[in-house]
């Protein structure tokens, strides 16, 4: 094709050829994922996205303390490290359309964490930006531009091991300004058989920052991270559960509009819009796992507020708050 960028390369024959396309999406990833679909049974499927790119190690607590892809390594910061600040005031940053309405140089924020593209935010105003997560390896494979920015900058990323697989294919780990901690989905821990209702209610039994709301759909809160977070299907539920763990107790949340606008986000997705469930799952799992977490927080002192005035979250959930109520007084009045 005239023009087109040659492929990228970057590995010691770890077979890694990166072309303009999409990450992971080469002939080779495709015939991995399929052999190992084949192979392996259902409990293990999970998996696929890891084999036979990534190994890892974990530590005596059993959260992953070494991970390699492609025959690269990546330095991982443990849970103990990863808030080196105390925050007990965080604005959460998510992706949805109503974030275009908040006038973000006015608004005073000292700490924010991100999830998947609100990054563009960063183009337009200085978002303090100290944490991250990303837990849709299909949001890195096809946005790994926006990816980029994320891991030029100083923060700690949040992300799961088939997350990190795919960044560490599209970008080369030696050019990473960022921290990267690996959290793992409770039920689908890397290179273990999926849990059972049962496997879930007993670890909810012995460790006490666990609750199962629904064992059968695998909805609950966890703010044990090195046993891992339930994900209710949206990057918002996993990066509340992470925050509280690092022990924010007061939580402004933009763009939670889940379910409105069939999913569209507020930068700009181009002709072919990322794929959204959350309008498929937002009965199903997004909303009870809201309500029973809110009311857990409640109980331990989390303040939470949803800047998303239209979301369909009700506001019996989480209240709601117009953003220029954050402004100081003397901006409110202009």
């Not at 036979?52 to 690269?72: C, E, L, M, N, Q």
């Not at 990323?157 to 780990?173: E, K």
């Not at 759909?217 to 509340?240: E, I, P, Q």
Request: proline share 6%.
């Amino acid at each position: 094709m005239p023009g087109a960028a040659p492929p990228r390369t970057y590995g010691d024959g770890g077979g890694v050829v990166l072309y303009n396309g999409k990450v992971g999406n080469q002939r080779l990833d495709r015939f991995w994922r399929k052999f190992y679909s084949a192979m392996r049974s259902r409990r293990m499927q999970h998996n696929r996205h890891l084999w036979p790119y990534v190994s890892i190690k974990r530590d005596a607590t059993g959260a992953i303390a070494a991970f390699k892809a492609f025959r690269h390594s990546v330095p991982l910061t443990p849970f103990s490290e990863a808030f080196p600040e105390k925050t007990e005031l965080l604005h959460l940053i998510l992706s949805g359309p109503s974030i275009a309405e908040i006038q973000y140089d006015r608004l005073p924020i000292q700490s924010a964490m991100g999830v998947n593209g609100s990054i563009a935010l960063v183009r337009k105003f200085d978002i303090p930006f100290k944490y991250y997560c990303v837990i849709d390896q299909n949001f890195v494979r096809r946005r790994i531009d926006l990816m980029r920015d994320v891991v030029a900058r100083d923060l700690t990323l949040f992300v799961t091991p088939d997350v990190l697989r795919y960044l560490m294919q599209g970008i080369a780990p030696t050019t990473y300004k960022c921290r990267i901690c690996v959290i793992e989905v409770v039920s689908e821990r890397a290179y273990q058989p999926a849990s059972t209702p049962q496997d879930l209610l007993a670890l909810a039994q012995a460790c006490p920052e666990m609750a199962v709301f629904d064992a059968e759909r695998a909805l609950g809160f966890s703010s044990n991270l090195a046993r891992g977070v339930f994900d209710a299907d949206t990057v918002a539920y996993t990066a509340l559960q992470v925050m509280v763990a690092g022990g924010v107790k007061k939580m402004y949340v933009h763009g939670l509009d889940l379910g409105f606008s069939s999913g569209r986000r507020f930068y700009d997705e181009g002709a072919r819009p990322e794929t959204s469930r959350l309008v498929r799952n937002f009965e199903r799992m997004i909303e009870p796992s809201f309500a029973h977490a809110a009311h857990l927080l409640q109980e331990r002192g989390v303040e939470l507020h949803n800047l998303s005035l239209d979301s369909a979250l009700s506001e019996r959930v989480i209240p709601k708050m117009d953003w220029r109520e954050l402004l100081p007084p003397a901006q409110a009045q202009q």
